[in-house]
């Protein structure tokens, strides 16, 4: 992963962490065929409230940290699945359900994924 990938993925995390997101994982798509990002960041929360709280966490530090802005965000209507588009990375914010049922990870079983541990 290069380096400015892995500084829009630390911050993403950061933004995740910071509103008790959990099961973080990185999908690592670099130098696969036909990928849209070179990064998933893929977690959960608990409630719609909390995906929410999340999606804004990861705004706000992506602004402050980098001076990033999303390319577009979608799902945030509902908050069972936001996806936040960053150009290179995309983050997922799914309910448990949700990403149950999507399985994003198994989708790129070529990918390296890297678990990010939760914090209590």
């Given amino acids: 992963m290069t380096k400015d990938v892995q500084t829009l993925v630390d911050a993403a995390i950061k933004g995740i962490q910071e509103k008790k997101g959990r099961n973080i994982k990185v999908?690592?798509?670099?130098?696969m065929e036909g990928v849209i990002a070179q990064a998933f960041v893929v977690c959960e929360g608990g409630s719609?409230?909390?995906?929410?709280a999340i999606v804004d966490s990861v705004e706000e530090t992506m602004l402050k940290d980098l001076k990033e802005k999303t390319v577009r965000t979608a799902g945030t209507e509902n908050c069972i699945w936001v996806a936040m588009d960053y150009a290179d990375i995309i983050v997922h914010i799914f309910l448990p359900e949700a990403r149950d049922f999507y399985d994003l990870e198994s989708l790129w079983g070529d990918a390296k994924v890297t678990e990010i541990e939760d914090i209590e």
Avoid: L
């Avoid at 999908?27 to 130098?31: K, L």
């Fill in 48 to 52: 719609p409230s909390q995906v929410s």
């Fill in 27 to 31: 999908i690592d798509m670099e130098g």
